[in-house]
């Protein structure tokens, strides 16, 4: 299907021309190119850009001028372009970048193999031992409650010292030690502080493009 479109010639006469529908040629406003660099900027938040790659493409997408412009900017990220085109006009769309990023563990480059391996595996085993836990926690407690004031059992607080047992079973079949739990909770402060950082400078790529881009009307 095609749209008309009226343009004005040059001696002043107004014509009928014809676009597609689907065409994503059309203009970007301010909020919109921004919105995309919002997007740009949760991608490397959560690390499916490195630095070099956000730099490129956020300096791609305060450029950009229509909509085509910053296809090739999203073209490898989950959600696709954070902006679509709908009955001629442009509108917002979830970028997508919710689903779990690939853990930093730091340079892999420099790190052996195997290391990279047992790191992986450690943060499977953490993940799912931290869930497991919650799971034990929460039916501990729901247990605890409905003894203690639906039952009116005056012993419910002997769940508790269950825990101690309950805990310990996923670590047994894990083989999830102390020294993994330990290493694993640095890991995860590792990562939210990468993250963190990479929060900031995403933050502050997306005001300096702002502020070159009010400078520049």
Same mark, same amino acid.
């Given at each position: ?26 203009? #970007? ?13 949760? =991608? ?16 791609? *997408?305060?450029?950009?001028?229509? #909509? ?14 954070? #902006? ?6 442009? =509108? ?39 869930? *497991? ?30 825990? *101690? ?7 047994? *079949? ?44």
């Amino acid at each position: 299907m095609a749209v008309k479109v009226a343009v004005t010639v040059s001696e002043g006469r107004k014509v009928t021309m014809t676009q597609p529908e689907g065409s994503d040629d059309l203009k #970007l406003s301010n909020d919109e190119r921004l919105y995309a660099l919002e997007a740009i900027g949760e =991608h490397f938040a959560v690390g499916r850009l490195d630095a070099d790659e956000f730099y490129e493409r956020s300096g791609d *997408i305060a450029n950009a001028r229509t #909509l085509s412009d910053i296809r090739a900017s999203f073209r490898d990220l989950p959600g696709g372009v954070p #902006l679509e085109m709908s009955n001629g006009q442009i =509108h917002k769309v979830q970028s997508g970048t919710g689903v779990p990023a690939i853990p930093d563990t730091g340079s892999p480059a420099q790190q052996p193999v195997a290391d990279e391996s047992e790191l992986a595996s450690l943060r499977r085993r953490g993940d799912l031992v931290e869930s *497991i836990d919650w799971i034990i926690l929460g039916t501990t407690l729901v247990t605890f409650l409905v003894l203690q004031f639906v039952v009116g059992w005056n012993f419910a607080w002997v769940v508790w010292p269950s825990l *101690i047992v309950t805990l310990s079973v996923p670590r047994m *079949i894990l083989n999830y030690s102390d020294e993994d739990e330990e290493v694993y909770g640095e890991l995860k402060e590792s990562d939210a502080e990468a993250k963190k950082q990479r929060l900031r400078l995403a933050a502050e790529r997306i005001r300096e493009l702002e502020g070159r881009s009010d400078s520049g009307s």
